[in-house]
């Protein structure tokens, strides 16, 4: 591949000149395929995000061009001019999405992008903006619970099973002897085998942890929330359609997510301090304890008491800003806070660490009230939720019928997240144990609730199974009913009933992404259940399931025991393939398309709830494509299509949003396979929903969309047209081409799905009529009132011709 070399040029846009943005989709693609040619050149961009044009075309937009040397450019000597056909470009972004296999360690954060989906699923709703808020600040705290788990989660692995359980005990300290210098059984009189000592030590685990998000955090902050897109322009908030994504600052949550790393960095250390702290205080205070330890504790206690409400203040003060380029940074609190609580925990451990003669572990650390507390915390978040996005729903007026789960799309989801952190860490906490413990005999174990968590997970699983197994039931009575339209479509009677069986087949497993809903709200629902089922036992019996079904019919005894067992090595096995399969979808492109749609919706959101999820690679993206197609339209006084491919379609989308009214009225769209209504439409209705897409095309020059029956991911965008705007939905490709054997092919073809829009001779069609469009004779206008006019370009399909232009 070439790259573009540096140097001095002087040009004179070309008048009229037409430009063609291509944008790849899942999976990505490399320049060299999307513009059909082996010579492509670097423009403009980097090695994450680069615009990329053939070799031929790099100065085909202007005329007269001249270089340093004095040469006139190819634009201005080559007869007939490439001035006379669009210049392709390409936009490659697959790097913001996939890398190196360690990246898949973001996979183990996947509770906090989940969470951070919740916030954007909100329902549409223009008037009640203290309820918006509200569901914002619900989502923030929900996910603040979230990394208050994940870090107690690692307290618990390290200091209560390891530092405090099975160094305290001397067979297990046997068994494992690199903790041989912490038992006091061991090693009698060792300076670390006092067990404030040992607990100051292991807290040094989930402290790293905590730092290491906060990098994370911080280096991701730096690469993507500071990128800052065009300014300048201001969107009126009564404009028809008005949807926050033509919001200056929507791409630009460089503050927010600054103060959300600071209050979940503190919240984290806080965590760590409360687990040490709780400790020592609570040998202090009993019989003998001396007095001005006692002191001392409480007086800690009570600082931790006042950083955990400082932290919620800090999380529920401010929530995005996105009318405006927010450059504040608030820098005495991203700085102080973080710094207040590691100073609160040194002095934990310090205090945790002090002489106390006579203390000795035993038992477990007062986890189960701590576990229990953040369980019911979430619980109520959701069900607050719930409330909230209901309201919002029936406030909307007319709300749309397609809208996932009635406008609970957003709690389902949470609750999701909060089951996913709660199986997560009761089910590392209990394979830690069982490694510690061989012989389950000599070590108390995690927390009762954690043990109890971990156990319901084969229940749900049997709830998913009989789900899948009506879904897919449901798939196959479609099947059969579609035989006798594919073989109407292709006028196949009889025809090849194999064939027309995978063709049957292909389109009714399309139709399951329209069922994900329908398995979002079970899942929610069953977890709710469950989780509160479990809450309830662990603290009605105060014992785990297995022992607390003692004395009950074989049968019950049996069914503990068998769910105990299978629910902590169902949890190690999916923790180790979860990790595999991640790795495997960054570094294989057939995985990566498998579940890259889903990894892509959810990191295609700013993070407004949680800092420590994956990066939003739409913040690098968004304003990549916005800059150049500003920059362009405005140097050339041109106009141009851009093309957009499954998630490439939704950032072409988002990025027509960010333009003047001026710009989007010399921006055609042409996407294909595109998920921007069949996804986000109907869970995010309040970005996408059906009156923000209407402005959309009413602003643009013109938007067509390709669709497949056969497709899972892209879908029509429903969309009607009027004398001005043609409907934006063809009716559906072929998918295959063709059912048997023809001149054109020879061979059978091949069912296509969510790939390969650019065979389907359909697709070079649109493309031309859209191209015609822009075509240099027809100068851009403007109306009185400011909106872009649409006249009718030289060799456009006039109105009523039937080709689907008006």
Known sequence: ?????????????????????????????????????????????DDTAAVFRRADDVDADHAGRVDGSGRAGPAAT??????????????????????????????????????????????????????????????????????????????????????????????????????????????????????????????????????????????????????????????????????????????????????????????????????????????????????????????????????????????????????????????????????????????????AGWQRPGWESAGRLPGDLAFGGIALVQGALVIALAVVASALYRSAGDPGRRTALHGLGGPAVAMLACALGGVMSGGVSQRVSDWLDGTGTFLPGPP????????????????????????????????????????????????????????????????????????????????????????????????????????????????????????????????????????????????????????????FWPRAAHPFSPPCYAERAVPDLTWRVAAWTRSTGGRLVISGHSQGSVLAAAAAWQLTAADRGRVALLTYGSPIERLYGRWFPAHFGPDALHALHQEVDCWRNLHRLTDPIGGPVRLSGDACCPAVDREPLADPLAYGRTEDHPLPAPILGHSDYQADPAFAEERELLLARLRPQVPHQQSRTGEPRRPAADGAAAPGDGSGFG
């Open 448 to 603: 009762v609730l954690l043990t109890w968590q971990a156990s319901v997970i084969p229940v749900l699983l049997i709830v998913l199974l009989v789900l899948g197994g009506l879904l897919g039931r449901g798939a196959l009575r479609l099947a059969r009913a579609e035989r006798a339209t594919v073989a109407r479509d292709y006028g196949a009677v009889p025809g090849d009933p194999a064939r027309t069986q995978r063709i049957a087949r292909a389109r009714a497993l399309a139709t399951l992404t329209d069922r994900a809903p329908l398995l979002v709200a079970a899942t929610s629902a069953m977890t709710l259940l469950l989780g509160a089922a479990a809450l309830i036992g662990a603290f009605a019996t105060g014992r785990t399931p297995s022992r607390a079904a003692e004395g009950a019919p074989p049968f019950v005894q049996g069914a503990a025991q068998t769910g105990q067992a299978l629910g902590s090595w169902l949890i190690g096995l999916g923790f180790l393939l979860f990790v595999t399969w991640g790795r495997r979808a960054y570094k294989d492109a057939s995985a990566r398309r498998t579940i890259g749609i889903l990894w892509d919706v959810g990191t």
């Open 1 to 45: 591949m070439e790259r573009a070399q540096e140097r001095a040029v002087t040009a004179r846009p070309a008048a009229g000149a037409a430009l063609e943005l291509l944008v790849h989709g899942v999976g990505g693609a490399t320049p060299e395929k999307m513009l059909n040619d082996p010579r492509t050149v670097r423009i403009t961009g």
């Open 78 to 351: 080559a007869p007939g001019g490439s001035r006379d056909r669009p210049v392709p470009e390409a936009y490659v972004w697959c790097n913001l999405t996939s890398g190196n296999g360690t990246r898949a360690l973001w996979l183990l954060l996947l509770p906090f992008m989940v969470v951070n989906l919740a916030h954007w699923m909100r329902p549409a709703s223009t008037e009640r903006t203290r309820t918006v808020r509200l569901h914002g600040l619900l989502v923030r705290l929900a996910g603040l619970t979230l990394t208050v788990l994940f870090v107690a989660a690692a307290c618990e692995v390290a200091l209560d099973l390891t530092a405090w359980q099975c160094a305290g005990t001397r067979a297990c300290a046997e068994r494992h002897s690199w903790l041989g210098f912490l038992s006091p059984a061991v090693r009698d009189g060792g300076w670390w085998t006092q067990p404030g000592r040992r607990l100051a030590l292991a807290a040094a685990v989930p402290a790293a942890l905590t730092g290491l998000l906060w990098y994370l955090s911080h280096r991701t902050w730096r690469a993507y929330e500071s990128q800052e897109p065009p300014s300048g322009r201001t969107e009126p908030e009564d404009a028809p359609g008005h949807t926050a994504l033509s919001h200056p600052g929507f791409w630009y949550g460089r503050r927010l997510v600054a103060r959300l790393r600071a209050a979940h960095t503190a919240a984290g250390l806080l965590t760590v301090a409360a687990a040490v702290g709780t400790a020592a205080a609570r040998q202090d205070r009993g019989p003998g304890g001396p007095a001005l330890l006692d002191v001392l504790g409480r007086l800690l206690e009570a600082a931790l008491a006042a950083g955990a409400l400082a932290t919620v203040w800090v999380v529920c003060r401010r929530g995005r800003s996105e009318r405006r380029l927010d450059r504040a940074l608030d820098a005495r609190l991203v700085r102080g806070l973080p710094l207040a609580a590691l100073a609160l925990l040194a002095l934990t451990l310090v205090y």
